[in-house]
């Protein structure tokens, strides 16, 4: 995972800050005008230190010099006035600090959600080529630097910006000729930053890229420390930890190094501009070539000090803009990430049946569901009673364009029957079930479900008519109850202690210390894979859908409990489809039909019997002559 | 931050010092060139003096070439020192986790202890460098500063007394106030970031139940609390910026004021009063410095406690002081066991276990799910310790082995089997390290597991991927059983290690067992029957109690669930319908 980017303010950078400014501009166009002036203020207030002192020196307290009674009310009016200046700028800092953390922590909150809610949208390829760490980091790290560049940067950036301008416009009005070294000062200090910067950045690139081995070190080690125990290997483990904390170290310690370069080396060209401007100013006024005065080259030269000091902070400010850009690059990217399509429009509705035997739609949940299928062409809406009737019409399908993992499947499911499907790791049993409920698409009229092209159903309510446990057993952080209840709502705790007990899980649930208000967190730890398998069936159960498809659920469940459970689910589904895939073939023993599938194609099709009258594949592997890998 | 945490900084001391020293250094060329500037100004340039000027302008220089030295090399001290601070962190975190019993690694969750290693370290080490760099500049800044206006104006310099302690003061208040906002910010942090996770991880159970509206609900919930909170925390951070200036701006007026009565008195020159006002600045400046790298030490803080937290657990399991390292042979007792994962007084999970087995013995396991298998057989290499009675591996409590001794006899492979990315030769040889490729190639062809090896195209040298799954389930649990066979251990466990192995390569294995290795222990848990049917004797366990031990057919006799697990395996299909 080397998600590191090449620090370099390229087009596309620029780009990225374009948009992300367009956020602040959007929601907080107002308070970030007042931004901008109250920077603005404040910067003069700022500048107007250094600028007043001079004023204040040669018009209101020189010429009290050598007085008899020297008179200070004009020197306090003219303080008073600059203490106005000041206040403001005291003022409009208060406003712009406040303001900036509003805006800031909105822009974030926006970006958040966002990036939650289009996450939501995105088709299952999107997670099948993504890390969970990649796209946790766009969560954490890359956020957390977009913190840093709102907060901290901008304002740092455009006070610098300002300061820079009104020094720089004051030097040129009080000598244009010595400004010119001035600005031949500014390209050495852009040439010196690019420079110091690019090493700085080549390093930080090679931290990223370090600290992404570490991690992933770390998390593999981590995840496997108990078999690291078992094997005596913590030696080794360290060595080896060793090793790539050493480059860490190395790329870490140059990167910073670099990065801490750039105060000292700015701050001195500065003074060796003094110098130089001293040098010359003094060489120009002694000849009194053009008509610099040794009052204006005091003044020029307070002011030469005060303006690489903008320089440093913008400085200062490069490599957390720029890591803070490749961040909103990346969050960006995931955004714009295409959604899952869905130009589906048949519905699933609760219905009842009519005396005569037709079917019309009713709010409340009668156990009976239809399909309303609207028509376009003549405005008609009719409804076809939900059965669970799938078929496949000779279909194959690849993830990608080069490799197809399922060729010629037909098959079809009766309402009622209950299909297995055995086969091989990579058969493609798992991609049927993924088909049926469209995480991934096939082609037009390919599958049907009732009768209709299943790319016409709304995705949402294809998958509403669909339980799905995965062999994958994921639980969310709260209370088992909390777990069963995602399958339904709104279901009663009655429901709910019916459905653990039909997934046999009501048992072990009643024996943990707090029953059904036990918390689970991080994805159920505490509780064995078994266990979790049976949360899992339960939250199935719970959702009481038309059609379930159980892939592996119940793999890590003993053979005892699992014909318990079987019979528990059998009931349940008395009358509805059944997709069953397993491994153990105790599971799929009363199946109606078998589906033994070999390198995505259905080499032979029938039930327990037929199959084991045909002594084909289905018999070797159910006598123990076959492995399935 | 804790003294605990700075143990850790070790050789990387000659740094942490040396950046103070050289910052100190860089700081006084910082004080001493403004000076050397007033001198070319208020002398050089009102006299119109060109050779003054030059002679100084080069002392200038070489003041600037030396500040630029120190700088330097202060920055880079301070990155080798904060960068090898968190090194060693690293490194301690995971020797320490590498002493950690099972019992301690439950405690604490696989991606705590990344974060921990990872983003926690970085808070820390981006402190620390900051510290180091900017701690001893801001008061050496203020002394210094300060100095150099008492010799100019003594009563200038008392403003500046008032002014800093207060200053002082209020910066960290603020921080102060502002700090335990930050520590609740990292905490609903933590539960927004576990929410992505979860949605990430389960973005098939999220989508298969149509609960994105749900989901979405729900992390809207989250992030707006974390909005408020950390608008909250930083809203107080906030008034420093205001308080800073309104300071700044009230000594700069106040000095005038003062000042201008002195020049105009003529008891101080205009250059003078610059300068002053430039120190003021500076003075200040650090103190606004001061009050930053306070409030990053107490986000820092929050990452160090979590550091501390790994550090300060104690290994809980450590060798007695006369271990014993010699394993006599591959007898295991159980009397009278019990075991409750959350110590005495906690839920039993093992009940009073009695059990004998001779070496050379093959014990087979069975029981429902929750039954506990696992927990029973993870008390022979110790992998925990029993809560009252004693397991006795060749007669001796295996609380008396030194624990390298012990597991390097009793070989186990685990139900959650792992692979490491790495060849398959560097896969197997964890087993030992210096085994030959022959060594390998045997243990492979017990395992049944030659066969598919020599069938991939690079054999023995085929890359395993982080995670194991470019194996088959079933390829993967013969490479782990042909792992922990290379060890030569006295007894060997397998925890439902051959679920996905097809019967017939399952006997095969057992066959080679039987053969190969008599004297070896072997404890196998399996849900099949077929795996332990031929056992010398089979343990069924229900509820963490011994419900039945006998030979298949003594249990078939005798045994309830031994018989209903049989013939739902055996004959079943047909009853179930």
């Not at chain 1, 992404?212 to 496997?224: D, K, L, P, S, Y």
């Not at chain 1, 930890?241 to 050493?246: G, I, M």
């Not at chain 2, 009565?261 to 002053?276: D, K, N, P």
């Not at chain 2, 929750?370 to 004693?390: E, F, H, M, N």
Request: glycine fraction near 8%; charge should be neutral.
């Amino acid at each position: 995972m080397s998600r590191a980017q090449k620090p370099k303010l390229d087009k596309n950078a620029l780009k990225t800050g374009k948009r992300l400014l367009k956020y602040v501009t959007q929601d907080y166009k107002v308070s970030f005008i007042i931004v901008v002036v109250c920077i603005l203020v404040s910067s003069v207030a700022s500048i107007s230190v250094s600028l007043s002192l001079k004023f204040l020196l040669d018009d209101f307290i020189i010429p009290l010099i050598g007085q008899q009674k020297p008179n200070f009310a004009e020197l306090y009016g003219a303080l008073a006035v600059l203490g106005g200046i000041f206040l403001a700028g005291v003022i409009a800092a208060f406003i712009y600090t406040r303001m900036m953390v509003r805006i800031g922590q909105g822009v974030l909150k926006k970006v958040r959600d966002e990036m939650f809610e289009h996450m939501q949208t995105l088709p299952i390829r999107y997670f099948d080529q993504h890390t969970n760490g990649s796209v946790m980091s766009l969560y954490t790290n890359d956020t957390d630097t977009l913190r840093q560049m709102i907060n901290q940067s901008i304002p740092q950036v455009l006070m610098s910006l300002f300061t820079i301008i009104v020094t720089f416009i004051t030097m040129l009005a009080l000598s244009p000729l010595l400004t010119l070294l001035a600005v031949l000062m500014i390209f050495l200090l852009i040439f010196v930053t690019k420079k110091i910067g690019g090493n700085s950045g080549k390093y930080f690139v090679k931290q990223q890229m370090d600290l992404a081995n570490v991690t992933g070190f770390i998390e593999e080690r981590m995840n496997g420390q108990r078999v690291v125990k078992i094997f005596n290997h913590e030696r080794v483990s360290e060595e080896e930890f060793d090793a790539l904390n050493d480059q860490l170290y190395d790329s870490a310690a140059n990167a910073n190094t670099y990065a801490n370069m750039m105060g000292p080396v700015i701050g001195n060209l500065g003074n060796l501009q003094f110098v130089l401007t001293a040098v010359l100013g003094g060489f120009l006024s002694v000849f009194g070539i053009g008509g610099i005065t040794l009052g204006v080259m005091a003044s020029y030269l307070q002011f030469t000090k005060s303006f690489t000091q903008p320089f440093m902070q913008v400085a200062q400010q490069f490599n957390s803009i720029i890591m803070a850009l490749a961040g909103a690059g990346r969050i960006f990217e995931m955004i714009d990430e295409e959604p899952e399509v869905d130009e589906g429009y048949v519905t699933l509705v609760n219905a009842k049946k009519r005396p005569d035997g037709t079917i019309e739609e009713c709010p409340e949940r009668t156990g009976l569901w239809a399909w309303k299928h609207p028509h376009q062409e003549d405005g008609s809406v009719t409804y076809t009673e939900l059965k669970g009737d799938v078929r496949f019409f000779d279909m194959t399908f690849g993830y990608n364009e080069e490799q197809m993992v399922l060729h010629d499947i037909t098959l079809y499911a009766k309402p009622g029957q209950k299909l297995a499907f055995v086969g091989s790791t990579g058969a493609g049993k798992t991609t049927i079930t993924n088909l049926i409920n469209r995480f991934y698409d096939v082609q037009d009229g390919k599958i049907r479900y009732d009768g209709i092209n299943i790319n016409k159903i709304k995705k949402a309510d294809l998958r509403r008519s669909l339980g799905i446990v995965l062999q994958d057993t994921h639980l969310f952080t709260g209370t088992i109850m909390d777990n069963i209840r995602y399958g339904k709502i709104d279901a009663t705790e009655e429901e709910i202690y019916r459905a653990a007990r039909l997934a046999h899980a009501d048992q072990f649930i009643r024996m943990l210390p707090n029953g059904y208000q036990t918390m689970i967190s991080g994805d159920g730890e505490e509780l064995s894979q078994g266990q979790r398998q049976l949360l899992s069936i339960a939250r199935a159960a719970v959702a009481d859908p038309p059609v379930l498809i159980l892939d592996e659920a119940t793999s890590s469940i003993d053979t005892r409990t699992e014909s318990i459970v079987q019979r528990g689910m059998d009931n349940l589904m008395k009358g509805r489809t059944v997709f069953v895939i397993a491994h153990r073939l105790s599971t799929i023993r009363n199946s109606d039909a078998i589906m033994v599938l070999e390198h995505g194609r259905i080499i032979e099709r029938g039930s327990h019997e037929d199959l084991i009258a045909q002594k084909g594949t289905y018999y070797q592997l159910y006598t123990g002559k076959l492995e399935l890998s | 931050m804790n003294r605990k945490l700075f143990q850790s900084i070790r050789e990387f001391k000659k740094e942490s010092i040396l950046a103070p020293i050289f910052v100190i250094l860089e700081v006084l060329m910082e004080v001493l060139i403004p000076l050397q500037m007033a001198k070319i100004i208020d002398v050089g340039i009102q006299n119109g003096d060109l050779a003054y000027i030059v002679k100084m302008g080069l002392i200038l220089v070489i003041m600037a070439m030396l500040a630029l030295y120190f700088g330097v090399k202060a920055g880079k001290m301070a990155a080798q020192a904060g960068a090898g601070y968190a090194k060693n962190l690293r490194h301690d975190i995971f020797y320490k986790v590498q002493q950690f019993s099972f019992k301690n690694i439950d405690r604490f969750s696989t991606s705590s202890l990344v974060t921990r290693l990872t983003t926690d370290i970085t808070n820390v080490q981006m402190a620390y460098m900051m510290s180091i760099r900017l701690l001893a500049r801001a008061p050496i800044m203020i002394v210094l500063s300060l100095v150099m206006t008492m010799t100019i104006s003594m009563p200038i310099a008392l403003i500046l007394l008032v002014t800093i302690p207060v200053l002082g003061g209020v910066l960290i208040l603020i921080a102060k106030k502002a700090h335990p906002h930050f520590i609740q910010v990292f905490d609903e942090y933590d539960i927004l970031n576990n929410t992505v996770q979860e949605n990430v991880n389960a973005a098939r159970v999220v989508k298969a139940y149509v609960r994105e509206d749900h989901e979405i609900k729900k992390f809207h919930g989250i992030s707006k609390i974390v909005y408020e909170l950390f608008t909250k925390a930083e809203k107080i951070v906030a008034w420093n910026s205001p308080v800073m200036q309104f300071t700044m701006y009230g000594v700069v007026l106040l000095m005038v004021m003062i000042g201008g009565r002195s020049i105009v008195l003529q008891t101080m020159e205009t250059g003078e009063l610059t300068s002053v006002i430039i120190y003021a600045i500076q003075i200040l400046s650090s103190l606004m410095m001061v009050s930053f790298v306070f409030v990053m030490i107490m986000i820092a803080e929050a990452s160090s406690d979590r550091i501390k937290e790994v550090l300060e657990e104690e290994p809980e399991m450590q060798d007695v002081p006369d271990a014993i390292h010699e394993v006599p042979n591959g007898d295991i007792d159980f009397d009278h066991v019990s075991f409750s994962y959350a110590g005495e007084g906690g839920n039993l999970a093992l009940k009073d276990v009695d059990l004998h087995i001779r070496s050379g013995q093959t014990i087979g396991i069975i029981g429902g799910t929750g039954s506990a298998k696992s927990t029973l057989v993870q008390l022979i290499p110790r992998l925990y310790d029993v809560t009252s009675g004693c397991v006795r591996v060749g007669g001796i409590d295996v609380r008396k082995y030194g624990l390298e001794a012990l597991r390097d006899q009793v070989s186990m492979v685990l139900q959650k089997n792992v692979l490491f990315s790495g060849t398959i030769y560097e896969n197997i040889r964890w087993g030992d390290r210096d085994a030959s490729d022959e060594e390998v190639r045997r243990v492979c062809r017990l395992a049944q597991a030659d066969g598919f090896v020599q069938d991939f195209p690079h054999g023995y040298d085929t890359m395993i991927v982080q995670g194991g799954n470019n194996v088959s389930g079933g390829q993967k649990q013969r490479l782990c059983i042909a792992r922990a066979l290379l060890k030569k251990p006295k007894v060997l466990i397998l925890d439902d290690s051959t679920s996905a192995v097809d019967t017939k390569t399952d006997a095969l294995i057992r066959k080679a067992f039987r053969e190969e290795i008599p004297d070896t222990t072997k404890i196998i848990i399996a849900q099949r029957v077929s795996s332990i049917e031929d056992a010398d004797q089979i343990i069924v366990l229900d509820d963490g109690r011994i419900n039945g031990i006998g030979t298949s057919e003594e249990l078939l006799k005798t045994n309830t669930i031994y018989r209903e697990v049989y013939e739902s395996q055996v004959k079943g299909g047909e009853n179930n319908e």
